[in-house]
């Protein structure tokens, strides 16, 4: 199979479970269990096709990824302390 130019698509593009899998790098026993399970990206089914618009699964990625660490709410303090010079007793 060549490989898929994402690029070239539009956001409506209908990808399959292969396409998405070889893409982005995914195991697809993995990614097909979180799509039964309800947590994968919204799928279309088409007769007994399953398919993945190009928008849902960019959307579902952005989803899972984690916060910046230096985002998270004290962190500013966190690092204001550990660069503050220590006392000594």
């Known amino acids: 199979m060549p490989k898929l130019d994402i690029r070239s698509l539009h956001e409506e593009s ?5 396409e998405v899998c070889e893409t982005w790098r995914l195991n697809k026993g993995s990614f097909r269990n979180l799509v039964s399970q309800g ?3 919204a ?3 088409i007769g007994r096709s399953v398919r993945f618009t190009l928008k849902s699964v960019r959307q ?3 989803n899972q990824s984690d916060p910046l660490p230096n985002t998270s709410p004290g962190c500013a ?5 550990a660069s ?3 006392r000594e007793r």
């Open 43 to 45: 799928a279309v089914r």
């Open 77 to 81: 303090a966190d690092a204001e302390a």
């Open 39 to 41: 947590r994968g990206p």
């Open 84 to 86: 503050s010079p220590t």
């Open 14 to 18: 209908l990808l399959t479970t292969d």
């Open 60 to 62: 579902w990625i952005f």
